[in-house]
């Protein structure tokens, strides 16, 4: 049997208008999104980071950062944005049939004419510059297989690095996803990167087939 239509489905189908809407998104540029997350990034070490070493709990830690992340992005923008900014959005999308979760995304960038479309954030911990299995996992099975941002063209990989050098991530990042890793022209001075990569879109959809990855890597151990 079909999946049934949910509640965002049924207001807002893939008519001309979304489409209309999706081609804005995908044209719009992602660095004025990922501008509000190094601003943001900036607030934490400033009103979290300073107080207390993230490093040194181990309990529910990746997801705790992150909900701690998210409103120091959500200070730095205006408010007046097309879209705005949210922790653990569901992305029904790509939702197996009931009673499976949907695939939910730590952090996002939500258009206000269509929540439909978002530009999802992935975290992960990385308590040493070689452990990333997880971190590989999630770009492998989830945005290349386009379960993570199917409306989308660019998603975002955020690395929590507890110990080591962003150096040495990038480079385990590059070798085990088996791709280049670029510069981003307008973040050259952050420990940020990109990478190109080509989606097994599912049949019958008209995803993007070209993604582009962005690697941010955040220090939380600043002490």
């Keep these: 049997m079909p999946k049934k239509q949910t509640y965002s489905e049924r207001r807002w189908p893939d ?31 400033e009103e979290i980071l300073s107080d207390i070493d993230c490093s040194q709990s181990d309990e529910d830690l990746e997801r705790g950062i992150t909900q701690l992340f998210e409103p120091c992005i959500r200070q730095v923008m205006s408010g007046y944005e097309p879209f705005y900014v949210q922790h653990g959005p569901y992305e029904r999308e790509t939702r197996k049939k009931s009673p499976a979760q949907p695939p939910e995304y730590d952090i996002a960038f939500v258009w206000r004419g269509n929540p439909k479309i978002m530009w999802p954030l992935e975290a992960k911990i990385l308590k040493t510059d070689s452990t990333l299995a997880e971190y590989v996992k999630e770009v492998k099975n989830n945005f290349l297989t ?8 660019e998603g975002g990989m955020i690395g929590y690095l507890l110990n080591g050098k962003p150096e040495n991530v990038f480079d385990n990042i590059a070798r085990k996803l088996k791709c280049t890793l670029h510069d981003h022209l307008e973040f050259k001075q952050q420990n940020h990167k990109v ?15 070209s993604f582009c990855c962005h690697h941010i890597l955040l220090k939380v151990k600043l002490r």
């Design 195 to 209: 990478s190109n990569h080509q989606r097994n879109i599912p049949v019958g959809k008209t995803y993007s087939k």
């Design 15 to 45: 008519n001309a208008e979304f489409n209309s809407l999706l081609s804005k998104w995908n044209a719009s540029g992602s660095a004025v999104l990922l501008k509000f997350v190094w601003k943001g990034y900036e607030v934490f070490c």
């Design 146 to 153: 386009c379960r993570y941002a199917p409306f989308s063209a």
